[in-house]
Each structure stands twice: as structure tokens, then as C-alpha cells.
């Protein structure tokens, strides 16, 4: 064993195998896989081997594309076989909500390079005659589905990895990880201390156990999984001596069950609403190669409506259940990146799929190691994406939660109530007597709408327009025309402060710092200029500026705000999380009621658009930005918790004579879409160039050398490919919710209508080559099915909804640059929920386009 390397990779099951490989392939060969037993020994030796390409983030999606089509290029360089049956598969749909769920998938696939296609039940039968089609209403193909040899797989891998030099050290547990003061690692074993400039977590059922050595809890919790094996069956036979063919995978929504043929029988293993967490504290270290007790009664309610949708299955003797432990996290998708705080420590853990993810996380894993980058837009999977309340109790509960809806629809305005509430302000109780319909927001409790007194305050899930309709048009009529109030403590909040602290963000932030008492909103963008975050800041003094983001986005920006720190303690940072609370006002009586509360002159002069002042609003000492999301006249206000309630009663007793009403998120979500105001993780995110985001006036290229100016200068040079435009859609009683495709009657092929996926950092091809130029910005190849006539797929939407003050269907997205500025009736559809609606690009807001009213 060699005592020093540049990374060790701690755990040898498939995803370790994989970040180990992908490391060596691109370039890093000094590195050693470290496994406490044998590879495969945690929960890859006993896994079904399904793979399939299909996930609710099209971005983790695409990773699993990329997975599928690796496993040839490492049988090849292994010599080892993966035991590949790319069978295709079924997803059947019983209910007309789940066809409606079928459709959005088979919609998003259109411009991700997806071949599905939905289906009849009787076409699904014919592929797979076990089923009594009678149950279903149709059904979703995908040929992109199948599966493999687990442990073979992962020999693959790590046979390939060794090939290219890497070196693995089985039979050896990492006992301890300490890091040295220049930020590398001293990983302490069995056999010995490695001295390692980075460690990975790949520990999978102990990948918590590796984080708290370096005090971090990891949201992940391993659950108890089961499938069965029937004998062999008499009716799979006959239909492979028929047709010459396998059969193809299922999977069963109402039944919460998968199958697939495994030798002469099948397969069947279910995702059980009565499940069960595995060693909820503590993972055994002497764990080993073991299944669990199988519970047939567990899983019986599932087997139940499975005989009954399969009746052939039934009729077969079951030969074995397997049962055994495999890890999730909060909302099924691995936990991937840099852990904030740390240096030079990395996680590929919480992989539940990991022969579908497997290959995806290790590229994306490698390409953020050596290249400082993971070349695709991972967010998706990022381990930043939870927050520290993502303790271990919350996730047991969310685990278990997300585990037992594995195959429920989850509606886009659905909230999932699991380990809430977590985080409250002091106004939650209010919020609560006055009616709101709470969300979850980063683990913050936040109103997204207020019910009607007398009604229950409840969401009725749907795809279409919802009970919520009606009184979000009132929340936004009455901010419009007279003035409201809405919570806002779920933004992201920091100080950056010391005599650094300008020439810090100037080299962070696209846009010009203000000068004191001013404010400017401001994109950062990454060396290969991409969005990666989207601020509001405010010069708070010489040394001190006030800055507001993305709530989620937190520790993501936290890492990156650490990573370009300077070292010599002239900048300090703080995130004031849930120790600053806010609430705005906005409306054309938000100025008199705030004049109502404060000791100083607010008038328009005095406290201009874009103003951040210091004051007392109500006798609370407050920090009041003159800006809102609403883009209306209107004000931030933002206190110690100590002090909301105070304000907020302050407000509302000094907005009764104007006629204050409360409103919520939606509310001011769909006051946005009537600006075109964008909203980070939506329109903006790291597949973008600032210029594609039409964010172009925030972009001072000429201000100084900050990050990515090179490249966004490039951008705006060569012009972006993509333009984010905003639309009107001839919607019926459904309007956007995301993902959607948005067709054009061009008959011209404009090259760019697959979603862009990947950027700068280098990206491989499935046969290993590096994609390079234009092609590794833009994604891959062309996609089939998405010309009809002289109509064509190219673009996508990214969020939308019902703009309630104007009254109009609207949707955000992005098309060709050559298509941007087309006003044109008739050029454009959107399709929702399967059916196409004539769409109009709508260059200026319908809300104030001149933003008068916000100046005033
Ligand atoms: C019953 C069942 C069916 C499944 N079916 C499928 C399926 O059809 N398709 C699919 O894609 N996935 C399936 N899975 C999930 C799949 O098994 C996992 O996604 C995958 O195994 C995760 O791999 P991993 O490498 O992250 O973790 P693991 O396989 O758990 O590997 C972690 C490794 O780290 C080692 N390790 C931990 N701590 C240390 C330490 N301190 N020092 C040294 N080594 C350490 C362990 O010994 C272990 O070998 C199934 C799982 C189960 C249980």
C-alpha cells in the first residue's frame, strides 16, 4: 500500500469502482480505492441490476443516459462482462392522472434526446403478456431500460481502473480521517495511514459513519429493500422461444412494484408504503456480505394488486425474497460534490440507483476533481442542496417518506408534509390563524396562500388550475391596486464585510458594487461563463455590503464564496440564515403605510428605487431595501427574529385605512411572471450564459477582470446561441408548471433544440472521446420525434403560471437567439399535458413595462 497518493476513494462498491475509474481516465492515476472487506460488500453485491434512463430532474437524467451507455467502453477495457440486457421497459399508468404524468415525461424526453413513446395497454401486453391489460389506460415505452450483472459491473469498473493505474487495497477499514493545516488528509486505516491531498466518500451504507469522522452529518439513510424470484415460469419460456426475444421490464405505479425476467422467471420487487429504515443510527461496521430477514407481510399489500395486474406471476412458486439494506437521500438523488466547510473532501454517497447513476456520478464527480468543475448542471444531485436541518431525525422521516412514494405523483403544487414543521419564524402561529396554506421552503415553514376565512386552508393536488386560483387573484389584485404584505424570511441572506470586501465582489459579481445606500442586482458566473447565482446587494457601509439570494442555493454559494476568500482575513462573510427574518410590502400604498411607521422622510426623493437604508420601522431597528419581486412600488424589510412580530402587527394596524391584505409566495411568484422577472434554479441556472439569460444589463464586462469575463465577453461577441424569452400561452384550465417543450412553425432545423447540458469543463463521449468546441457547450446529438411537418421542438420552458393581474396564461423558456424577438401570432406552441396551445413571445412585461410604478 502506498503511503501517499493524490485522492483516496473510500469504499469499493459500484459508485467507489466508478469515481475511480473516471479519475484515472482523466489523468489521475495516483490514486487508491480503499475497501473494508471485498468490493461489492456494502449494498452492490445483492442489488436487482435494473437500470433505466428516466428521473424527475431531466439533468439526472441525462447522467443516467450517460451510465447506460458507459457499461460497454468498461467491458471493453475490463475485459470483464457486465451481463447487459437492454430488454426496454414499460411504465403503466392506471389512472387518467398518471397518463397525465406519463405525458409530461414523454414531453420532457422530446428535447433531452429520449425516445419514449406512449402506448396503448394492449401494445404494452403484447410486449409483456403476463399483465391483464384491463387494469391500465396506457402506458409509456422506453427502450433505454434493462438490466445487468451487479457485481460483475462493478469488477468491470474497477478492473478498467486498475488498467489505468489506480491501486486497490481491500480487506482494509478507514478507522479515521484527519486534515493537516494545508488542507490535505491524513487517512488513517487498518493497515496504516495514507497521506492523501483528497478523500471521496463512497462509503454508501457507512458513508454517514465516514462523514461524522470529519463531523459532518450526511442526510442519507439506508432502507430495507425486497424483490422476489419466482421458479421458473412456463409462460416466459414460451414467449422467448417465440419471439426470440426477453422480456421487457415494468413497472406498475398502482402496485409500487418493477419486474423484469430473470432467467425462465421474473423478478418482482416493490417500494412498500409500510417501509422500513435499516439502522437508523449507527451502521454496523461488522456488517458484511448478509441479506436481512425477508417480511412478506410487509410487502403484501403490493404483491396483493400485483397478482392481480400480472395474473401469471401468481400462478408461479416463489424460489427466493432477497432482502437488504440500500441509502437515500431526502428525495432519492445521490448526494454528490464538495461538503461546504471542508477542503478537499468529496462525496458520491446516497446512490439508490446505482447501476442506473452509477457512471453519470462518477464523470460528473472526476470532472469537479481535476477540473475544478463538473462540466454538467449536477445541481440535481449536488450535496449542498440540503441545509443543516437536514439532521438525522428530519431525514428518517423524509427517507421514509420519499421512500413510500417512490411511485406516487407528486403534483406541482403539492406539498409533502414528512418532518414538518421543521423551521418556523415567530409569524408562523399568525400565518396559521390567518388561514395560510403553508409550504416548505429550504426547511423553513413559509404561506404560499391564504384560504378563504370559514375554508379549510389546504392545496387540492392537481395538474390543472386548483383551489388556490381564486384567492391568489385576490392576494394579487388587492397588492396591485391598494397594498399587501407577504413573508419573506426564506430568502438567503449574508453579510460581506472588512476592507476586502468590494474588491471581493467586484471579482465575484458580474454587475458594479453600489455606492453606500444603494443597491444593484447582480448574476455571478463561473470561469466558464455559466450562471451560478443571481443577488440583490446593498453598500451597508464603507466596509459592508448586504447581500440576498436564492434561499436553496445557500450552501452552494457558501462553498463558492469560501473558495475565493481571500487568505488574508481581510473579508469575512457571515450567512445570517433564520437570525434575519423580512417581510415586504409592495402596492401603491406601500409607501403611505411605511411613512405611517418610520421617523424619517420616505417620499420619492428622499428614498429612491434601489435605496437601502438603515431605520426604525414600527421602533424596530430594521435594514429596508426599496425594491420588491413584485415590481411594484414597494419595500423589504428585514429584522432580528425578536422583532417580526412587532413589524408585521405594526403593518398590518397601519395598513387597515388602505386596505392591507396578506399574500404569499404564489402570489408573489405570479407577480414576477408578469415583469418577466427570472427566478434562480428555473431560468437561470449553470447551463446558461448570462447573455442567454437575457440578463445583459447586469454584465459590466468593461468594470474589471472578474470571474468568467472572459468567457461571458465570448458569449456576447459571438452572440448567444439561446435567448430566455418570456410568453403568452392560450392556455385551458392547466398552465405551465416547467420542462415543457415549445414547438415553432419554422420548418428550419435550428440545431440547438436539445437542452444544453454539459459546459467548459471537458466532457466525454460514451466511446471515451472528449466532446470539445460547440458541441460539449450545446449537449449531444440531434433528437428524434420532435419535427411535425413544418413544426419543431426548440426550446424548453423553464417555469410559468398564471399572471393574475393581467389576466394571462404566461410561460419563461428558452428558444434560438433567431427566434427570440418574433412576436408573431401562430410561430409558437407549448405543449401542456400533451396537448399543444398557440403561444406568443412577449418581448416587454404585460405588468409596467416601463417599471414606472417600482419607481415612483
Ligand atoms: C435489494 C436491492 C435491490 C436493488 N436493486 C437495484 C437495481 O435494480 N438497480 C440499481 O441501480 N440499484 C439497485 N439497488 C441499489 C444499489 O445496490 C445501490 O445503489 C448501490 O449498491 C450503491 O453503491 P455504493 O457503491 O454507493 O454503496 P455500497 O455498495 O454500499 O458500497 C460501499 C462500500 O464502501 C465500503 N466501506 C464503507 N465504509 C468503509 C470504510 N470506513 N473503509 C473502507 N471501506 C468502507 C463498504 O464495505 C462497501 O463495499 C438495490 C439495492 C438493494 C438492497
Not at 439533468?59 to 460497454?72: E, G
Not at 462540466?375 to 444531485?381: E, K, R, S
Not at 470539445?772 to 449531444?780: L, V, Y
Amino acid at each position: 500500500m502506498k503511503s501517499h497518493v493524490k485522492a483516496v476513494v473510500i469504499g469499493g462498491g459500484v459508485v467507489g469502482c466508478s469515481v475511480l475509474y473516471h479519475l484515472a481516465k482523466a489523468g489521475w492515476t495516483d490514486i487508491m480505492l480503499i475497501e473494508r472487506s471485498e468490493l461489492t460488500s456494502g449494498s452492490s453485491w445483492h442489488a436487482a441490476g435494473g437500470f433505466h434512463t428516466l428521473n424527475g430532474d431531466p439533468n439526472v437524467a441525462k447522467l443516467q443516459a450517460y451510465t447506460v451507455q458507459l457499461y460497454k467502453e468498461i467491458e471493453e477495457i475490463s475485459g470483464q462482462s457486465c451481463s447487459l440486457h437492454l430488454t426496454g421497459g414499460v411504465m403503466l399508468a392506471d389512472t387518467p392522472e398518471r397518463m397525465d404524468f406519463l405525458r409530461l415525461a414523454h414531453a420532457k424526453g422530446r428535447y433531452l434526446g429520449m425516445d419514449t413513446e406512449l402506448i396503448t395497454p394492449s401494445e404494452a401486453k403484447a410486449m409483456f403478456p403476463l399483465m391483464d391489460e384491463t387494469n391500465f389506460v396506457g402506458a409509456m415505452w422506453d427502450p433505454v431500460e434493462g438490466h445487468l450483472d451487479p457485481s460483475g459491473t462493478t469488477i468491470a469498473y474497477s478492473k478498467a481502473a486498475k488498467k489505468l493505474g489506480a491501486e486497490i487495497v481491500l480487506r482494509n477499514r478507514v478507522v479515521d480521517l484527519t486534515q493537516q493545516p494545508d488542507g490535505t488528509w491524513n487517512v488513517v486505516t487498518e493497515q496504516g495511514t495514507v497521506h492523501a491531498e483528497h478523500v471521496v466518500n463512497c462509503g454508501g451504507l457507512w458513508a454517514r459513519e465516514i462523514g461524522r469522522m470529519v463531523g459532518v452529518e450526511l442526510p442519507v439513510l439506508a432502507m430495507e429493500h425486497m424483490y422476489l424470484l419466482t421458479e421458473p415460469m412456463p409462460e416466459v419460456e414460451e414467449f422467448n422461444k417465440s419471439t426470440g426475444r426477453e422480456m421487457i421490464g415494468v413497472l406498475d405505479f398502482k402496485g409500487e412494484i418493477y419486474t423484469r425476467q430473470e432467467r425462465n422467471g421474473i423478478l418482482l420487487g416493490t417500494y412498500e408504503k409500510a417501509c422500513k429504515p435499516w439502522s437508523p443510527v449507527n451502521t454496523p461496521w461488522d456488517f458484511g456480505h448478509e441479506l436481512l430477514p425477508p417480511d412478506l407481510d410487509r410487502i403484501a399489500p403490493s404483491l396483493e394488486i400485483g397478482f392481480k395486474h400480472f395474473p401469471g406471476i401468481e400462478k408461479a412458486g416463489i424460489k427466493q425474497i432477497i432482502n437488504g439494506p440500500f441509502t437515500f437521500a431526502l428525495d432519492g438523488n445521490p448526494l454528490v460534490g464538495p461538503v461546504q466547510g471542508l477542503t478537499n473532501f468529496w462525496c458520491a454517497c446516497a446512490v439508490m440507483a446505482g447501476f442506473s447513476q452509477g457512471g453519470g456520478v462518477g464523470l460528473a464527480l472526476s470532472n469537479w476533481m481535476v477540473h475544478g468543475d463538473p462540466g454538467f448542471d449536477v445541481w440535481g444531485m449536488d450535496v449542498a442542496r440540503f441545509g443543516e436541518w437536514a439532521g438525522l431525525r428530519y431525514t428518517n422521516a423524509k427517507v421514509r417518506e420519499n421512500y413510500s412514494r417512490r411511485f406516487s405523483i407528486r403534483f406541482p403544487n403539492e406539498e409533502l408534509p414528512a418532518a414538518r414543521p421543521a423551521q418556523t419564524t415567530p409569524l408562523y402561529d399568525t400565518m396559521l390563524a390567518n388561514n395560510a396554506v403553508m409550504g416548505d421552503s429550504w426547511g423553513l415553514e413559509t404561506p404560499l396562500w391564504f384560504a378563504p376565512k370559514g375554508s379549510e386552508p389546504k392545496d387540492v393536488v392537481s395538474f390543472h388550475r386548483s383551489n388556490d386560483f381564486g384567492p391568489i387573484g385576490e392576494e394579487v389584485r388587492a397588492t396591485r391596486e391598494r397594498v399587501g404584505v407577504t413573508e419573506i424570511a426564506n430568502f438567503a441572506k449574508y453579510e460581506v464585510s472588512g476592507p476586502g470586501a468590494e474588491e471581493f465582489l467586484n471579482r465575484l459579481m458580474t454587475n458594479r458594487m453600489p455606492k453606500t445606500g444603494r443597491i444593484v442586482l447582480t448574476p455571478m458566473i463561473n470561469e466558464f461563463g455559466k450562471l451560478i447565482g443571481d443577488f440583490t446587494i446593498a453598500k451597508a457601509g464603507e466596509d459592508r455590503f448586504m447581500i440576498w439570494g436564492s434561499s436553496a442555493a445557500q450552501k452552494y454559494h457558501m462553498r463558492w464564496f469560501e473558495k475565493h476568500l481571500p487568505k488574508d482575513g481581510s473579508v469575512r462573510i457571515h450567512r445570517f440564515d433564520q437570525t434575519l427574518v423580512g417581510l415586504s410590502i409592495a402596492g401603491p400604498k406601500s409607501r403611505d403605510l411605511l411613512q405611517k411607521l418610520v421617523d424619517v422622510d420616505i417620499s420619492t426623493k428622499a428614498f429612491r428605487f434601489m435605496d437601502f437604508r438603515e431605520m426604525a420601522v414600527g421602533g424596530a431597528p430594521c435594514l429596508v431595501n426599496r425594491i420588491t419581486y413584485t415590481g411594484d412600488l414597494g419595500y423589504e424589510i428585514w429584522m432580528a427574529p425578536a422583532y417580526e412580530r412587532l413589524v408585521y402587527n405594526a403593518i398590518k394596524d397601519a395598513g387597515e385605512e388602505f386596505g392591507i391584505v396578506d399574500f404569499g409566495m404564489r402570489a408573489l411568484l405570479s407577480m414576477r411572471l408578469e415583469k418577466n422577472f427570472p427566478t434562480w434554479f428555473r431560468e437561470l441556472r449553470p447551463i446558461y450564459g448570462p447573455f442567454e439569460g437575457s440578463m445583459d444589463r447586469f454584465i459590466k464586462l468593461e468594470k474589471n477582470d472578474f470571474i468568467g469575463r472572459e468567457a461571458a465577453a465570448k458569449e456576447q461577441a459571438q452572440g448567444p446561441k439561446l435567448r430566455r424569452v418570456s410568453f403568452i400561452v392560450e392556455a385551458a384550465d392547466a398552465d405551465v408548471m416547467g420542462d415543457e417543450p415549445i414547438w415553432a412553425k419554422v420548418g428550419k432545423d435550428y440545431g440547438t433544440v436539445e437542452k444544453p447540458h454539459g459546459y467548459g469543463a471537458p466532457r466525454f463521449d460514451t466511446s471515451g472521446k472528449e466532446i470539445r468546441g460547440s458541441k460539449a457547450a450545446e449537449g449531444a446529438s440531434a433528437v428524434r420525434g420532435i419535427v411535425d411537418g413544418d413544426w419543431r421542438v426548440v426550446g424548453w420552458v423553464t417555469s410559468g403560471g398564471y399572471a393574475h393581474y393581467v389576466q394571462k396564461s404566461m410561460a419563461q423558456g428558452y428558444v434560438p437567439a433567431a427566434l427570440a424577438e418574433d412576436e408573431s401570432a401562430g410561430l409558437f406552441e407549448i405543449e401542456i399535458l400533451g396537448s399543444r396551445r398557440p403561444a406568443r413571445i412577449n418581448v416587454e412585461a404585460p405588468f409596467d413595462p416601463s417599471g414606472e410604478k417600482m419607481r415612483t
